[in-house]
């Protein structure tokens, strides 16, 4: 099957995108993560992007905080689809990460996710893989089902709470 790159901007950044690699591995999705930073070993990002296709990869996601050019500099090595994950950090909350993230100018382009959001990213990058992979298309399909359940379930629970509250008001 088509794996998943994964560059994190710092060790720091793993558990943003941990929950995302957990949907992965369930899904059966091979994922390859690397840290490596732009700034701070711009020859390690530049070789993962350069030899993803060969490796397999389809897809790429980029996890990074502060001034966040890691997913643009992905993505410059690389006509694969780039998703970049802003990552929340003590001074702006994420904001400088989201901005940096979502303002590529035209011609190199990053699918931007939530601040924070490496679950989406995870998904995300499922469903294009999904589009050739009917099997994976299933199992996004089951989560998504799975999750409707979920949410159905927790209405039924408050209803009965509001149907109870109500009662003992009376
Ligand atoms: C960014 O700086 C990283 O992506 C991380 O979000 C942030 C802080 O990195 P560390 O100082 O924790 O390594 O480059």
Redesign the pocket.
């Known amino acids: 099957m088509a794996k998943i790159g994964v560059v994190l ?2 060790d ?2 793993w558990p943003v995108f941990e929950p995302g690699w957990k949907i992965l591995a369930d899904f059966g999705v091979e994922t390859e993560v690397l840290v490596a ?1 732009a700034h701070r070993t711009p020859d390690a990002v530049r070789e993962f992007a350069l030899s993803a296709e060969e490796k397999g990869i389809r897809v790429l996601i980029a996890v ?3 001034a ?1 050019h ?1 997913p643009g500099v992905v993505a410059s090595f690389t006509h694969l689809p780039v998703i970049g994950v802003p ?1 929340s ?1 003590p001074a702006l909350k994420g904001v400088d990460a989201l901005l940096s993230i979502a303002q590529m100018p035209a011609g190199i382009p990053v699918g931007t996710m939530a601040i924070d959001g490496g679950k989406n990213a995870a998904l995300y990058a499922a469903s294009i893989l999904a589009i050739s992979n009917e099997s994976l298309a299933r199992r996004l399909l089951d989560y998504r089902n799975a999750q409707a359940e979920g949410v159905r379930k927790r209405n039924g629970a408050l209803q009965e709470k509001i149907r109870q509250e109500q009662t003992s008001a009376r």
Do not use: N, P, R
Request: charged residues 10%; aromatic residues 0%.
């Open positions: 901007g710092s720091s950044d930073s990074a905080g502060a966040a890691l990552v950090g």
